[in-house]
C-alpha cells in the first residue's frame, strides 16, 4: 500500500511539470498568431477588450497596428481628429496660455516637419504623417542627428468594418521606397 | 472522557466561529451627519515631500503632527496634472477627458457646468459654503465657484500667512455646518513669492528680488548642468513647502477642540510639480511627480492613524464625503465613495487614468502605461521605479497592451456618455 502511494507520488512529481509547460505553451500560442495583412505577415496578439495588435519587424521595416473594431465612425472621427491634431500641435511654436503648462512644442527645421496627408478609400479614409523616427522609434524628431528612421503614424478608419486602425510604421532611412510601398498597400481589407 | 472532549471541541467550534465573524464587521464607524468639511488643498504638493507619504524628505513635520492620526492614502493619483482638468474632476467626481471633442471645445470647466461640484451638491444640503481660492484659473475660469455662498478671489500666488489669516476669520464667522475649500497656490513655480523677513538658502544661481513686503524668487540655469539645476529647483522648492508647512503649522494650533470635533478636514493637493525630474520643469504631464499627491483625511471619530496603501483614484474624494456625511445624490457621478477601501475591502475600481489633453494615464496595480501625443509611448513598474526613470515598455509589450486597449475602450466610452449628457443637457439647459 505504502510502496503503491510513493509510486503514484513520484508518477505525478514526473507528469506535473510536463502538463504545466505544455499548458503554458498552448495557452501563449492561444493568444498570438501570424496573420497576412497588405503583404506583411504580422505577429497577432489580442487583447481581453477585442483591440487587436500587430506587429511586424523585418528587413529594415518595423510595423505596429492598433485595430479597434465596432467602433461607431462619428466616435473615430472624435478620436482620430483629437490625434491628429496633437501630432500637428507638438509642431507649431504657439505658447501654451496657461504659464504653468510644459512648453510641449519642438523647434523644427523646414526639412524634418512632419508632412501630413489624407487618402479617401471606397471603404474609409487614411490620415496620416510622414516624418522621421530617432532611435527609441519617436516619431516626429526635429534634430539631424538623431534622426534614425523613416516614420509613418496616422490612422485608417474603415467605416464598413467600423474599426480604426492606429498605424505606427518605421524603415532605415535609405528605405524610401519601400516606406512608399508600405503606404501604397494600406486598405480597408481587414478582417 | 470521550464526550468531554467532544464538548470541548464543539465549544472550539463556536468559539472560533464567534471570532471569524466578529473580525468581518468591521468596527470602523465613519458616519458623521452634522460634521462640518474642509478642504485644505495645497496646489502642487507633491507626495514624495510630505513626511507622511514619503521618507525621502523632512519638511513637513507640522503637517505631518497634525494628521499623524488621520487616514492617510498613501499612493494616490490625480486625475491630470493641470490645474483646471484636475480640479474639475475632483471637484465633481467626474473623469476627464481623454479626448478632446470637437463641438463642446475642450476646456473641461465648459463642459463641466452638467455635473454638479461638491460645493453645490453641500449647498443643496443646506451647508454654508465658502470658497477662498488664488486668481481665477480654479474657480470662475473653470466655473467651480459655482455652489458658494461665498466666493472669496485672493491674488495669485498671495503668501500663505495672508490666506491662512482669511480662512482663520471666515471659520468664525459663519454658521454650521459649513463647507469651506481652501486652496493656496504659494507652491506655484516660475517665481516664487517668498515673505522677507524669512531665513532664506543662498545660491550663486538664486535671485532674490524685493516686491514690495516680499520677496521675488527665480532662478538662473546658465553655465549649470542639467542636474545642477535640478537639484536647486528641489532645493527652492523645500524651501518654499517648509515656510507653507510653518504657516500651517500656526494655523493647525488655532483651530479649537470644539470644531475639530465636529469637522472631517481633508488635505490634498490637485496636481504635483516637475521640478525637472523627467525633464519636466513644471506641471500639466502624467508623470508621478505630477499625479502622485498626498491625500489625509482626518475624522473626528478616528483616533488612531489609519494607512491605506492600495493605489486610490483622486475623483473618489467627494463620493467618500458624501458617504461620511450621509447625503444621496441624484445625478450621474463617476468617482466611488472610499469607504469599502478604509474599512478593508475590496477596491471596485479596477484602472486609474486620466490625462491632461496631450497625454494620457492608465494604472492597474504596480504597471503605468502613458501615451503622449500617440507618438510616444511608456511604461512602467512603480513599485521598481517609483520616479518613472526606465521605460520597459520594450520588456512588457503584452503589459503594455493590455493597458493600452482598457485606456482605447474607455476613450470610446467617454464619447458615448458625454453624448448621451449632451442630449440630455441640449435638452434640459436654457441659456
Given amino acids: 500500500m505504502y510502496k503503491k502511494g510513493v509510486y503514484l507520488i513520484k508518477k505525478i512529481a514526473l507528469i506535473l511539470p510536463i502538463f504545466l509547460v505544455l499548458s503554458c505553451t498552448i495557452g501563449l500560442k492561444g493568444n498570438s498568431s501570424s496573420k497576412n495583412l497588405w503583404g506583411y505577415d504580422f505577429n497577432e496578439s489580442k487583447s481581453e477588450m477585442s483591440t487587436i495588435f500587430l506587429d511586424y519587424n523585418k528587413n529594415g521595416e518595423k510595423i505596429e497596428l492598433v485595430i479597434m473594431k465596432n467602433i461607431e465612425e462619428r466616435f473615430a472621427k472624435e478620436i482620430i481628429d483629437n490625434k491628429i491634431l496633437l501630432f500637428k500641435t507638438a509642431f507649431q511654436s504657439e505658447r501654451p496660455s496657461y504659464l504653468g503648462k510644459f512648453v510641449w512644442h519642438v523647434k523644427c527645421p523646414e526639412e524634418l516637419l512632419p508632412k501630413y496627408s489624407e487618402f479617401e478609400f471606397e471603404e474609409g479614409h487614411l490620415k496620416s504623417f510622414f516624418s522621421f523616427a530617432d532611435k527609441n522609434y519617436v516619431a516626429g524628431t526635429c534634430s539631424e542627428e538623431k534622426t534614425k528612421y523613416n516614420s509613418i503614424y496616422g490612422f485608417l478608419y474603415c467605416s464598413k468594418k467600423e474599426s480604426m486602425v492606429e498605424i505606427h510604421y518605421f524603415s532605415e532611412l535609405d528605405m524610401k521606397e519601400e516606406t512608399n510601398n508600405f503606404l501604397g498597400e494600406i486598405n480597408c481589407e481587414i478582417y | ?431
Avoid at chain 2, 498613501?74 to 479626448?99: F, H, K, W, Y
Avoid at chain 2, 459649513?178 to 535671485?207: A, C, M, Q, V, W
Avoid at chain 2, 496603501?309 to 464625503?321: A, S
Avoid at chain 2, 475590496?346 to 492608465?362: A, S
Wanted: charged content about 25%.
Fill in chain 2, 1 to 431: 472522557m470521550r464526550m468531554e472532549k467532544e464538548k470541548a471541541l464543539v465549544l472550539l467550534i463556536v468559539a472560533s466561529i464567534f471570532l471569524i465573524s466578529s473580525c468581518s464587521t468591521n468596527p470602523i464607524d465613519l458616519s458623521c451627519e452634522d460634521c462640518n468639511v474642509l478642504f485644505l488643498n495645497v496646489d502642487l504638493l507633491r507626495a514624495d515631500y510630505v513626511g507622511l507619504t514619503s521618507q525621502e524628505r523632512n519638511v513637513t513635520p507640522n503637517i505631518d503632527a497634525f494628521f499623524k492620526n488621520a487616514i492617510i492614502f498613501e499612493d494616490v493619483s490625480a486625475p491630470a496634472g493641470a490645474t483646471l482638468r484636475s480640479n474639475t474632476a475632483i471637484l465633481t467626481a467626474m473623469e476627464v477627458p481623454l479626448v478632446e471633442t470637437s463641438d463642446l471645445k475642450f476646456e473641461f470647466g465648459m463642459t463641466s457646468r452638467m455635473y454638479p461640484s461638491i460645493a453645490e451638491t453641500l449647498l443643496e444640503n443646506e451647508f454654508f459654503t465658502i470658497n477662498i481660492n488664488e486668481g481665477p484659473r480654479s474657480g470662475k475660469k473653470a466655473r467651480l465657484e459655482r455652489g458658494f455662498n461665498s466666493y472669496i478671489e485672493l491674488e495669485w500666488k498671495t503668501l500663505i500667512n495672508t490666506s491662512l489669516a482669511k480662512l482663520q476669520e471666515v471659520l468664525g464667522k459663519v454658521q454650521e455646518p459649513k463647507f469651506i475649500l481652501y486652496r493656496p497656490s504659494i507652491l506655484h513655480g516660475g517665481t516664487y513669492n517668498y515673505p522677507l523677513d524669512l531665513e532664506r538658502i543662498t545660491h550663486p544661481n538664486l535671485i532674490y528680488k524685493e516686491q514690495g513686503r516680499n520677496l521675488e524668487i527665480s532662478y538662473d540655469i546658465k553655465n549649470l548642468t542639467y542636474e545642477e539645476y535640478q537639484e536647486l529647483a528641489h532645493k527652492v522648492y523645500a524651501q518654499q513647502l517648509r515656510y507653507v508647512d510653518q504657516e500651517l503649522g500656526k494655523f493647525f494650533e488655532k483651530l479649537s477642540e470644539n470644531f475639530l470635533n465636529k469637522t472631517i478636514i481633508v488635505f490634498y493637493a490637485n496636481h504635483g510639480d516637475g521640478l525637472y525630474d523627467n525633464n519636466i520643469q513644471q506641471h500639466a504631464v502624467v508623470y508621478q511627480s505630477n499625479i502622485h499627491v498626498p491625500l489625509f483625511i482626518k475624522h473626528p471619530k478616528i483616533t488612531k492613524q489609519l494607512r491605506i496603501k492600495k493605489p486610490i483614484f483622486l475623483i473618489d474624494l467627494v463620493p467618500t464625503i458624501y458617504e461620511m456625511l450621509g447625503i444621496n445624490i441624484y445625478s450621474p457621478i463617476q468617482g466611488i465613495s472610499l469607504i469599502p477601501v478604509i474599512k478593508g475591502k475590496e477596491y471596485q475600481r479596477k484602472y486609474l487614468f486620466g490625462g491632461n489633453g496631450h497625454d494620457e494615464y492608465i494604472r492597474k496595480g504596480e504597471w503605468k502605461f502613458i501615451d503622449f501625443w500617440g507618438r510616444n509611448k511608456q511604461l512602467y513598474n512603480l513599485t521598481e521605479d517609483p520616479h518613472e526613470k526606465i521605460n520597459v515598455i520594450r520588456k512588457f509589450p503584452e503589459i503594455a497592451r493590455k493597458l493600452e486597449a482598457v485606456l482605447r475602450k474607455k476613450e470610446i466610452e467617454q464619447l458615448e456618455f458625454e453624448n448621451q449628457m449632451k442630449s440630455y443637457y441640449n435638452d434640459s439647459y436654457i441659456e
